[in-house]
């Protein structure tokens, strides 16, 4: 079935507000979902379901097309008011929500004005003689099945692209065919919202602080509705198949956000359990919220920098509430992403210089554009920079710099925008996919004549300029990270590709996942190699892949000499309790027993062990 025709649902359930007596309850059922926003939510559920909405299948005739398209453009036309008259609504939400849905609804704008989309449909209406309904549903999954085909190292952000597309298509259609939208009016104070899908636009009309939870039936963990539960900070589940159909007026929910658990109608012993589990989950967020302000910093009072990766400037407002102190990798990508032509050099210029000014003066760090034959690249091929023809092994080809040196206008109108940016605050540049000297030398060069292009053209630029620096994320990097640390001025390690390429996994992989292993020796020791290459020329060095955010692996990161981390910013409270917790010579001789081991096995063994074997 398409995701855009909704399934058949039930009519709204309103329970009534309170626990049933507990006769007449139905028995307990649990439900396993996707954890999505961690704390446990208690509450008697309130069924927020949507009519269907009909999509007929006949052709229509053509002499009915000019009416037919008028009638999209009308959809057209409510669909950019009623999202305009949400966009004036956000003010309502909390801060986090509005950086989330913001730019989101501007998206959603964006293919209401001269897209794809709406050419596309426009073209099947009359060459197709489809009813506008159909293919605006057709069209919409053209477009998600062509971005959810490319393998892409970041699913993420495809599925919330094609998630986007979807659901602007399913506006469209609502508006087409008159069905009214979901309205969360009669929502009880203290409610579970089960609904079979909710849209980020409506997670956006949630007031957090009258809800004890969410769950659904449908949604992933990195879609856009899933971060606004998040920045929303309601405990919620997505993904909890057959959920909504089994909720019954008076049922009451228990959501564990943490674990994707729910469960209807729990019983006594399950109650008890959830409520011990709220007030752990209270007593820990306070814990974390006090730890924001306490330094990154070992017992013996060595320092960490703990920072933030942001992969869309909605992140933003996370990284303050996390205390990270700037943002370690920034993925440019976001710039590029969902367009049809690429973003000009002021366009880019007035992005960084916002998430610049936004981090007060804390350093960031942005990496030029990581693009490759495996990622969405309609602006890229319709400028005409990468070959139509897909890359037949796309992680080994055009990505990263390759892509960047072969593309010298693309390159250096980034450059040109972040040194532009980076009077507003601490800017460092960083290039990704490195293999050789040739590469960092070749790019200093563009850096340099950018540099000098702009001078003569009176832009005022930092003095000095930010440093240039490496990504450690191919083998090949790693261990001549020697020779590349006289040509770098930092290096930022990324564990995610570096893991790939050395174990020949990749790491998307599901079938082979356990091979994927960053705690490999083979990967380990590349990390050492690089890390051990910058110390010697006293030259930053921090770690940005997904080992950095895992409190398990800090102690002995720390040990391996590396004392600056960058991850998703809801870890780095987390990775900062590890670091106050342990001491620098601990680490150090932790490090060197687990460097002698061969098995990666043991070594999970020893980094789980950890703190059991110091006796706490
Ligand atoms: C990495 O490869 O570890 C990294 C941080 O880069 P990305 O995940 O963006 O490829
Ligand atoms: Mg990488």
Partial sequence: MSRVDPPQRKPPVRPAKGVPAADERRPETVFAGIAIAPGVGIGPVFGASEPPAE??????????????????????????????????????????????????????????????????????????????????????????????????????????????????????????????????AGLPEGAVLIAESLRPADAALINPARLAAVATDEGGADGHTAVMLRALGVPSVLGAAGLAEAVRPGD??????????VVLNPSSLRLVAARRAM?????????????????????????????????????????????GTGIGLLRSEFLFMNRETLPDEDAQTETYRTIIEAMGGDPVTIRVLDWGGEKDIEALSAAGIVPEAADPNPALGLRGIRLLLRAPELFETQLAAILRAAVSGPTRVLLPMVTTIGEVRAAREVYERVVRRLRRRGERLPDPIPPLGVMIETPGAALS???????ADFFAIGTNDLAMYALAVDRGETVLAELYDPLH????RLVQFATEAALRMRMPVSVCGEMAANPKLTPLLLGLGLRSFSMNASSVPKVKLA????????????????????DPARIRDLVMGFGRERGD
Wanted: glycine letters at 4%; hydrophobic letters at 45%; one cysteine or more.
């Fill in 279 to 323: 007030t752990a989950f209270a007593r820990e967020r306070q814990r974390y919220a006090r730890l924001r302000r306490l330094p990154a910093e070992t017992l013996d009072g060595e320092a960490v920098e703990l920072q933030a990766n942001l992969e869309i400037p909605a992140e933003l407002t996370l990284i303050a509430r996390a205390g």
């Fill in 252 to 261: 009451i929910a228990v959501v564990d956000g943490s674990t994707g658990e």
């Fill in 579 to 598: 670091v106050r917790t342990v001491e620098i010579d601990d680490c150090a001789r932790f490090a060197r027993r687990v460097m002698e081991q061969s």
């Fill in 481 to 487: 990270a020697d020779a590349l640390a006289l040509e």
């Fill in 521 to 524: 020796p083979a990967v380990l």
């Fill in 55 to 184: 999509i007929t299948r006949n052709k229509i005739h053509a002499a009915d097309v000019a009416g037919e398209t008028a009638r999209l453009d009308e959809a057209v036309f409510i669909s950019r008011k009623q999202l305009t008259k949400l966009r004036a609504r956000l003010a309502v939400l909390p801060e986090e929500g509005q950086a989330e849905i913001a730019p989101l609804l501007d998206a959603y704008l964006l293919m209401l004005g001269p897209s794809r989309l709406l050419r596309g449909a426009r073209r099947r209406v009359a060459e197709l003689l489809l009813s506008a309904e159909r293919a605006v549903v057709d069209e919409c999954e053209a477009i998600a099945a062509t971005i959810l085909a490319n393998p892409d190292d970041d699913a993420v952000g495809l599925n919330r692209r094609a998630e986007e597309v979807r659901e602007i298509g399913r506006r469209l259609v609502r508006n087409l065919t008159r069905q009214p939208f979901r309205s969360f």
